[in-house]
């Protein structure tokens, strides 16, 4: 049984040490599916008009909206769909891509120095064409 402090329960200690820039993310990510922030602001952006009749709009729910309108990437439910179609057929891992969606880096050497595990799974130039895909997406989106 996990102990429990002010409210929250506490995760025992981990034997093995987390690392991102490795994708050793631990067994609660193991097979999570990683959203864009643009995705999750879609999502909560649907429920908010029910939650809203249901006087269910909670702090945490009302704080991760705010968020996520603040920092999403891409505005258009079309754009975001051609950047998941974008990332979709790269080698790169589902945390990776989401990271790159939400980075929105302009130069592939940033991406790799923001996301190490990128390493060589894919082509500085590819990286590259990949990057600048993105950029022209968020830049004319509708």
């Known amino acids: 049984m996990m102990p429990i402090t002010k409210n929250r329960l506490v995760r025992p200690q981990a034997e093995?040490?987390?690392?991102?820039?490795?994708?050793d993310l631990g067994a609660d990510f193991q097979d999570a599916e990683c959203l864009l922030i643009s995705e999750v602001k879609v999502l909560l952006e649907a429920q908010y008009d029910t939650k809203k009749?249901?006087?269910?709009?909670?702090?945490?729910?009302?704080?991760?909206?705010e968020y996520v309108q603040?920092?999403?990437?891409?505005?258009?439910?079309?754009?975001?769909?051609?950047?998941?179609?974008?990332?979709?057929?790269?080698?790169?891992?589902?945390?990776?891509?989401?990271?790159?969606?939400?980075?929105?880096?302009?130069?592939?050497?940033?991406?790799?120095?923001?996301?190490?595990?990128?390493?060589?799974?894919?082509?500085?130039?590819?990286?590259?064409?990949l990057l600048k895909q993105m950029d022209s997406l968020k830049k004319y989106q509708g």
Request: hydrophobic share 30%; with cysteine; proline share 4%.
């Open 70 to 129: 603040q920092f999403s990437r891409y505005t258009n439910r079309d754009t975001i769909k051609e950047v998941r179609a974008l990332l979709k057929p790269t080698e790169l891992e589902p945390f990776e891509c989401a990271q790159l969606g939400n980075l929105c880096c302009s130069e592939f050497d940033e991406a790799k120095t923001l996301i190490p595990s990128i390493g060589n799974k894919i082509s500085d130039d590819d990286l590259d064409s």
């Open 16 to 23: 093995e040490s987390l690392d991102a820039a490795k994708l």
């Open 53 to 65: 009749e249901e006087k269910s709009l909670d702090e945490t729910y009302t704080k991760t909206l």
